[in-house]
Structures are given as C-alpha cells and as structure tokens.
C-alpha cells in the first residue's frame, strides 16, 4: 500500500496570482495559516507556519521552486487523527512526508488549476489517519485559497479558535 492522496481546485485568477497567494506568507497568512507564515517558499529556504488548531508553529523545508508552475515541500510526519477530531491526538513521527503543488493555467490563463499531493507516509494506521487529516486540510486549504482570491473571503476565520 503507498499512501498518498492527491486534491485539486479550480481558481478563477491568472496562475502568477494563485502561485503568489502560496508562496509569499503574507497572503498566505491570510487565508490559511491562521497563526502566520513566516518565510518566502523558495528554494532551498525552511519557512515556519503556525495553525491554531496544531499547537507551536512547525518548520516546512522547501525543496524547489519553479515559479508559476511547481512548489515541493517536505515536512515533519505525525501519526494519528488530528486533534480537532474527537479523541484524536497526532504524534509526531520521526520522517517526513512530500507535498507536491503545481500550476496549470487554463482558458487563457484566466483560470488555474492548483494539484496538491502529499505522499511518503508509513504504511501504519496511524500514518493512515494522519493522511486523512492532511487531505483534509490541503481539500480546506484549496477552498480558502479560492474564496480569498475570488471574494475575498478567509473562510478559516474562527474556524479553530
């Protein structure tokens, strides 16, 4: 069993506008990181985001950067279900797992197509869980995105805390 998941979104911007809500923190703070980012992803750097519901802000080391079309990161693995799942409670694990995001334009570049895939985790049940809580949050994190760029919306607002 490989566990790995993959989500994707459709954004109605051009694709230098959705790549640039990812990469630079300040925007990226604004609609997904409820704690704050911290960094610009760029190659090579480790950038810190904190999330209200996952105690202390983490480090999220950035593999490569083709801007407008791919950003790689590897972060800390956890195991278990996310702690804003009744009785769940992560733990951290002691590897990393690979997120994946690309860029497509579409319709002229009018529209972008945004992928997510997170793979690299163990094959146990509680890398298994774990995976689940990420695809959920990267499916969240898309929806905010798109809701931040087209109406301005910060969809996590009070939605942890």
């Known amino acids: 069993m490989d566990l790995k998941f993959r989500v994707a979104a459709r954004i109605a911007r051009p694709v230098h506008d959705v790549f640039e809500a990812i990469a630079d ?3 990226l703070s604004n609609y997904f990181t409820t704690g704050g980012a911290q960094g610009r992803l760029e190659t090579g750097a480790t950038v810190t985001w904190d999330f ?13 950067v083709v801007p407008d079309e791919k950003i790689v990161l590897k972060w800390e693995a956890s195991e278990g279900e996310p702690p804003n799942v009744e009785g769940g409670g992560v733990t951290p694990a002691a590897y990393k797992t690979t997120v994946t ?5 579409l319709d002229g570049n009018r529209r972008t197509l945004v992928e997510i895939k997170e793979e ?3 094959e146990t049940q509680g890398a298994l869980d774990a995976s689940y809580g990420n695809c959920q949050g990267w499916s969240q994190m898309l929806c905010a995105l798109k809701t931040w760029l087209e109406h ?7 939605m942890y805390v």
């Open 25 to 27: 923190p300040a925007q």
């Open 52 to 64: 209200h519901d996952y105690p202390g802000a983490f480090p999220v080391e950035v593999v490569e």
């Open 101 to 105: 995001m690309t860029f497509k334009p």
């Open 120 to 122: 690299g985790w163990r």
């Open 152 to 158: 301005g919306i910060n969809l996590r607002d009070g």
